[in-house]
């Protein structure tokens, strides 16, 4: 990179990529080489990098130049051998990773076993799932299907539109089928994973957050959304912190839900990692102890 970026939130000029900010653990880097179909580590590490570039040129935030994208976050959840019983039960169980990024939780799951076709990815920018299409070298392959859009939008999810079971019945039998929007899986899923995405928000729009997340879900028992972001740690009231506009502690966390209808399962851990960052990229070990909130809530 040339010329200096102004990275995004941390306002940071930025004119160099570090590409050893890249270390997958075995995992990763094993899950990489499948999907990529790039067994070299030396090739699969440049692979990686110059994506990285692309994706840093067109978003630059801290967690594209520390390469979390390249995490497996669903899997390290406590409730991810759960999710994927639940698609050996219920052939037609369908799972939204909602905020996706370039996608590579819903891949990871859909490795594990999880139907492509029953999987989808939502996110606010649809060029990152355009990069994840680079990055997995899957565009004619990959069967998860992505709605791009906010969340929050009428046009992404409409509270008062009914669910229309044709063309919910087309998604799930006729994997051609576009997803429009995500009225066609509104009260459907049997799954929605959503990591990193609630602490972007202050308290009334997590609150918003919450109900359309419910709305999507499923009515059968059991089904169940589950993620990770940061909370506010021990000890500390749950609000504003790390230029975050509301993090929780399990109990301000839990209000969220409505516990008549959802059992909620959440604890908070500390970690090494600032939004899912390498512990020793030390670039915010000046913010002390930082902890994150690993939630579920299930249909009771
Ligand atoms: C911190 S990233 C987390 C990405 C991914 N879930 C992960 O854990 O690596 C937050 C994501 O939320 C997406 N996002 C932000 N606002 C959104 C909205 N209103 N609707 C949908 N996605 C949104 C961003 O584009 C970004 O991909």
Known sequence: MAVAIKELHTGREVTELDPTAFRPNPDELAFLQKETGIEDRDELVKHVVTTQQEV????????????????????????????????????????????????TDVRKLVADGWPGHHAFATDLHTDYWDFGHKLFRDKDRCQVRFLGGDFFADDVLRIDEPLNTWTLYNLLFWPQ???????????????????????????????????????????????????????????????????????????????????????CRTEMRRTEEFLGGHPDSGEYKDLGEYYSLVWSVRRK
Request: charged fraction near 25%; hydrophobic fraction near 35%.
């Open 56 to 103: 840093y040129r067109s978003r630059p935030y801290y967690c594209i130049r520390q390469f979390f994208f390249t995490r497996l976050q669903i899997a390290r959840h406590p409730e991810y051998d759960y999710v994927l019983s639940i698609a050996k039960t219920d052939k037609d169980a369908t799972f939204l990773d909602l905020a996706c990024c370039v996608g």
């Open 177 to 263: 089928t576009r997803l429009a929007n995500l009225n066609d899986l509104k009260g459907q899923l049997r799954a929605l994973f959503s990591c990193s995405f609630f602490h972007l928000f202050d308290l009334p729009t997590q609150q918003t957050l919450a109900d359309r997340v419910a709305l999507m879900l499923s009515k059968k028992p059991g089904s169940i959304a589950f993620g990770s972001h940061l909370s506010c740690g021990p000890g500390r009231e749950p609000g504003e912190l790390y230029g975050l506009p509301w993090l929780h502690n399990p109990q301000s966390w839990e209000r969220l839900w409505d516990r008549e209808k959802f059992e």
